[in-house]
């Protein structure tokens, strides 16, 4: 398995939710990892992405300030902190990776792809 997501689940609006994406020590050396979500009925959406050496993060907008997502080395795995949680952040969240450098936001660009997590927000 290259990616391995993990730490979904229900949460209150306004609360907090990590996930973390356990990848394999080739992916995780070299590759830009990030994440994307699904809501029911919607089409995927690009939500982060960390650089293989973790000096550049994105957001897309409706997370930006919200979200934060980090490496650990120690550990081949990803983190994306999710706080101030609303009803829109409800979705399937995937982990993906991909071997180009600079940012992309399509979901075709990205090599791999994790099992989704589901994250469900109570209002």
């Known amino acids: 398995v290259q990616l391995q997501a993990s730490g979904g689940g229900l949460v209150q609006a306004g609360g907090s939710l990590k996930l973390s994406c356990a990848a394999s020590?080739?992916?995780?050396?070299?590759?830009?990892i990030g994440w994307f979500r699904q809501a029911p009925g919607k089409e995927r959406e690009f939500v982060t992405q960390?650089?293989?050496?973790?000096?550049?993060?994105n957001y897309a907008d409706s997370v930006e300030g919200r979200f934060t997502i980090s490496r650990d080395s120690a550990k081949n795995t990803v983190h994306l902190q999710m706080n101030s949680l609303n009803s829109d952040d409800t979705a399937v969240y995937y982990c993906?990776?991909?071997?180009?450098?600079?940012?992309?936001?399509?979901?075709?660009?990205?090599?791999?792809w994790g099992q989704g997590t589901q994250v469900t927000v109570s209002s």
């Open positions: 020590p080739r992916i995780f050396s070299t590759y830009t």
């Open positions: 960390i650089s293989w050496n973790g000096a550049t993060t």
């Open positions: 993906v990776a991909r071997k180009g450098a600079g940012y992309s936001d399509h979901p075709y660009e990205y090599d791999f």
